[in-house]
């Protein structure tokens, strides 16, 4: 039982404290996340709106509406990523901002 009660206790709980820096990590990995969907996102709604551009442009396949829907939701994806972005930058400071994407800190 003493074994027991002294290996759990060492254990580390999710979103404890880094021991070296003293910052919690579970912020970042969920912010980190969050700009890595929203970059996602953001390629998909470009890459839709430029497909119905084409079409629009091309034979009229795609209505009027379509080609504002799409460009409207590519916009939607920039605010997001932009977001995104500021918040690292006030949260976290210009170092980590300025961090590949993927490379906040794993548990």
Known sequence: ?????????RRRATGSRDDRTGARPGPLIQ????????SASLAASRA????????YAQDRTASAR?????????QADLQRVNGAQRRLLLEWGDAVARLPAGAAPRC
Do not use: F, P, V
């Open 66 to 74: 379509a080609l504002e829907m799409a460009e409207a939701q590519a």
């Open 1 to 9: 039982m003493e074994y027991r009660r002294r290996s759990s206790s």
């Open 48 to 55: 839709e709106a430029s497909r119905t551009r084409q079409l």
């Open 31 to 38: 912010l980190d996340a969050d700009l890595a969907a929203a």
